[in-house]
């Protein structure tokens, strides 16, 4: 076990590949940040996303160092890897606004520090909206330079693509690999594939020859060394709806593909996480039964 700016590590989480695929579940901060790992342990989570503050206010207060160490240690304790720090929604770096810039801007900041306090590897952001593409792709570029500028550490930013709602950027791989192109410190950004924004943006899932064709678009236009996770949601609404509704696991329009996604021999190896509805603990067991089941699938069939 190796240290990473303190924090103690089961892993090379940052330079190294991963060797096997880690499934695991947005968790709840609510009581504060000694409660993370009881509810990811509960949901049987090998890895974890959560946010290091309210996700719907610009105001928070500080981490607080009594509740973080336990977090700490309790992370590395129970082998949960890597961690996921998720921005708050309100950030829209693309914003021709210069308030709502500013305020994205020292939002991203903020938690790229408080990444690098919680043992977060990675820190994901929603790629902005922009009524002029070029416009917002420039101002979200100049945003990320600008932040990382500002703090110098390990943590890798992922972009994270888009159901392509309203004047979103981001669902596009092509708009994706447009802004990545505009980023200095290329080894500090990366690409999170959320399978359910993706089909709603068009990206065929459903079937074993329309998942390889949009993990080959994928790879040709931005490149699979660009993708460090995998939110593996079902989808609600049809292909190219353009509408961001999350649904349980082989229960939505992508159902069956779901199997095909675990099975790609490009993500095999890549963590998962799954961010699906959630009224109670028995629905995120029953989706995590759910992927262990269709993981298992291929197994018995090779034997």
């Known amino acids: 076990?190796?240290?990473i700016d303190g924090c103690a590590a089961s892993s090379d989480l940052v330079t190294q590949p991963f060797l096997s695929m880690r499934l695991g579940f947005?968790?709840?901060?609510?009581?504060?940040?000694?409660?993370?790992?009881?509810?990811?342990?509960?949901?049987?989570?090998e890895t974890i996303q959560l946010f290091s503050r309210n996700p719907r206010a610009w105001k928070h207060g500080p981490l607080i160092e009594a509740d973080i160490a336990i977090f700490r240690k309790e992370i590395a304790e129970h082998d949960i890897w890597p961690i996921f720090v998720h921005t708050p929604y309100l950030l829209n770096l693309a914003s021709a606004?210069?308030?709502l810039f500013h305020k994205s801007l020292n939002a991203l900041i903020g938690d790229l520090e408080r990444s690098a306090t919680l043992c977060a590897s990675f820190l994901i952001m929603h790629v902005g909206s922009a009524i002029n593409v070029e416009k917002g792709i420039e101002q979200m570029s100049l945003g990320i330079n600008t932040a990382?500028?500002?703090?110098?550490?390990?943590?890798?930013?992922?972009?994270?693509?888009?159901a392509g709602s309203g004047h979103e950027l981001g669902h596009s791989?092509?708009?994706?690999?447009?802004?990545?192109?505009?980023?200095?410190?290329?080894?500090?950004?990366?690409?999170?594939?959320?399978?359910?924004h993706a089909f709603a943006a068009g990206y065929d899932l459903r079937t074993q020859g329309a998942v390889d064709q949009s993990i080959a678009d994928f790879d040709r236009t931005i490149g699979l060394e660009e993708l460090h996770l995998v939110h593996l949601n079902d989808s609600k609404t049809d292909l190219?709806?353009?509408?961001?509704?999350?649904?349980?696991?082989?229960?939505?329009?992508?159902?069956?593909?779901?199997?095909h996604i675990l099975h790609h021999h490009a993500l095999k190896d890549l963590p998962f996480i799954m961010e699906t509805p959630r009224t109670n603990l028995k629905e995120d067991l029953m989706n995590m039964t759910m992927v262990r089941q269709l993981l298992a699938q291929q197994d018995e069939t090779a034997r």
């Not at 447009?178 to 399978?195: F, H, P, Y």
């Open 26 to 45: 947005h968790v709840s901060i609510a009581g504060g940040f000694k409660n993370v790992v009881r509810r990811a342990r509960e949901r049987q989570s």
């Open 240 to 259: 190219g709806s353009r509408s961001d509704r999350h649904w349980h696991i082989f229960q939505g329009k992508i159902g069956q593909g779901m199997f």
């Open 1 to 3: 076990m190796r240290e």
């Open 97 to 99: 606004k210069k308030d």
């Open 173 to 196: 791989f092509s708009q994706l690999r447009m802004i990545i192109d505009r980023v200095e410190q290329r080894a500090r950004i990366g690409i999170v594939l959320d399978t359910a």
């Open 148 to 162: 990382f500028q500002s703090v110098q550490n390990e943590v890798k930013l992922l972009l994270e693509n888009t």
